[in-house]
């Protein structure tokens, strides 16, 4: 009787402490700003020529309730959120009883978020699960509820929830599945497009109809039972015949939301905006979007990717001259997965530090001519033994040239030349290209240490700027929405690197792809030398679980890699897919364009020499190839 009496009195105290606590939420949120919901978190993206491309919170035209096909409304509320009209925001029986049916089954398998809940979600541009963000979505739902009728957040929601393949907008997506208005949407469109938003890419028809078809069966039955439509409605919208249109008026990439999440982590990083600017203010981002160099990407990875394989990619183009990225990919599909590896991964980067380690050695004293000795080696360091291997365990048995390491891309070669130079000289070279915290260690010139794509490829961007680093960035500047600059981007440049060594450097790695360099094996990328038509400096990587091409040409940079999230090993195929979407991309985006190469330095000669030893050509050499040294460093041996 006692315990009972406590328990009681515990209870009492927690819905005096509830009701208080909601009491003071109520009068706070009362006496606080009305929230604009057509403004919060309204964020428009453009391009590099001021085209609009992306716009957050809602559409270009804001869709009244009334011009929204009813069967729509009814088909969204019985399936979303059926207590809509009779609950605060948060539908505490929906809680209950979906705590129950997981419990009991050992597994999320229902979620108990009302429309006011998802709505608040939509209204952020990333999709971090922080407990703070948990709070702030909370504090808006219940804010909303307080400050707006049922009809406006239903109306609010409808205009900005997702329906897939980056169609933001009941409007949008009526028009992109259909070709048609909201509110000329039949029952059977109407309960198609309900059904998208709990799991828009798996349940867009575009992307897998039969799973659409059986998410719109659902959706039919709920409004059945709802008393929205007849049985005989119901079967009559599920057996209709529905033709899909799948365009949108502008910009039908797929891969445009990888861009988008990577300007918004951008947006974070610079902190340009007060906390909570954006919960009653609207901003325009001007970015460095290049759409020709996405779609090359785009078109690139979906025709070197099957569909069903599970690999996964990411890659980035970097415009040399300014440190602008104007092509950014972190997926091979972003409705099939939002992770965007080309921000948020690191992977090791297999042989493409090798450049990096051969300018180092270029600075101190090696030419293209210096040779090492390639064969199978065991390095003893300490008391321990390191044996490394190059690929398919093919060695020269000779002494090589860096001319015929860097096209081969020799690890014995590599090893040699880092331990000659000492510790951390590759160190240091890394950090003049921005690449910091790498660790020095026995395996460092063999690419063991993990990186971001962006920022290994604005690494090989600035031996593309002739040695001048700039920081990357995509976003150019951000206005609010009466034209007001809030933020504008100053390029910042500095030389880091020697503009000889540098030339000589870029000119080298152009082997990589020369038929005349083939001997006792071939330069690593000869697969996709039929398909150059004009010049670049390309250097691959790879590793067990990762393949990687970085390349360049006096204006564009692109990094591109391959590998699966699980980190499963490739397989020989899958090793030549970042090559083909690498050159497949630049060969495509430069097509039309009018390219220029570098001018040579005064303090660097070309000489006539056989590639493969390294020496003077003569008459009698069977190799023979412009090779560029520091002048008064050319090699002083003839070829035999």
Known sequence: MKKRKIMLKIFVILVFLISFFVTCMYTFIKLTPKLDLKKT???????????????????????PLSHINKNLINATIS????????????????????????????????GASTITQQYARNLYLTFDR?????????????????????DEILEGYLNT??????????????????????????L??????????????EYSPINNEKSAKKRQKQVLNNMYKEGYISKKEMNKAFNEK????????????????YYKDAVMKELDDIKVLPNDYLDNNSIKIYTNLDIEAQESLEKSIQNNIDENNNIQTSSV????????????????????SQYNRAINSKR??????????????????????SLFLSENTSFKLDNDYYKPSNYGDIYANKKIPMIIALAYSDNIYALKTNLFLGDNVLVDTLNKVGIKNVKNNVSLPLGTSEMNIIKLTNGYSTLASEGVYKDTYLIRAIKDNKNNTLYEHKINKKRVLDNNYSYILTELLTNCYDNNLIDYSEPTCLSIRPKITKKYSIKTGSTNTDSLIVGYNKEYTLGTWVGYDNNDNLTKDDSKIARNIWIDTMESFLRDKETKWYDKPKNVTAVLVNPLNGKLATNNSKRKKFIYYLKGTEPRKKDK
Do not use: C
Not at 130 to 150: C, D, G, P, V
């Open 41 to 63: 978190n309204n964020i428009i993206l453009y391009d590099k020529n001021n085209k609009e491309f992306f716009r957050g919170n809602g559409s270009k035209e804001w869709i």
């Open 79 to 110: 399936t979303e959120d059926k207590r809509f009209y009779k609950h605060n925001g948060f539908d505490y029986i929906r809680i209950i009883k979906s705590f129950f049916v997981n419990l009991k089954s050992g597994s999320i398998e229902e």
């Open 130 to 150: 922080t407990y703070k963000r948990k709070i702030k979505e909370a504090y808006l739902a219940f804010k909303m509820e307080i400050n707006y009728s049922k």
């Open 161 to 186: 929830i997702n329906y897939g393949n980056g169609v933001f907008g009941i409007e949008n997506a009526s028009h992109y599945y259909f070709n048609k208005s909201s509110k000329d949407l039949s």
């Open 188 to 201: 059977a469109e109407s309960t198609m497009l309900a059904g998208i938003p709990k799991y828009p890419q």
């Open 242 to 257: 529905l033709t899909y249109y799948g365009k949108k008026e502008t910009l039908n990439l797929t891969t445009l939301m």
């Open 317 to 336: 183009m970097i415009e040399n001259n300014t440190g602008r990225i104007i092509a950014l990919i972190g997926g091979k599909d972003y409705e099939k």
């Open 348 to 369: 090791q980067i297999g042989s493409t530090i090798k450049p990096f380690l051969y300018y180092a050695a270029l600075e101190n004293g090696f030419t293209p001519s």
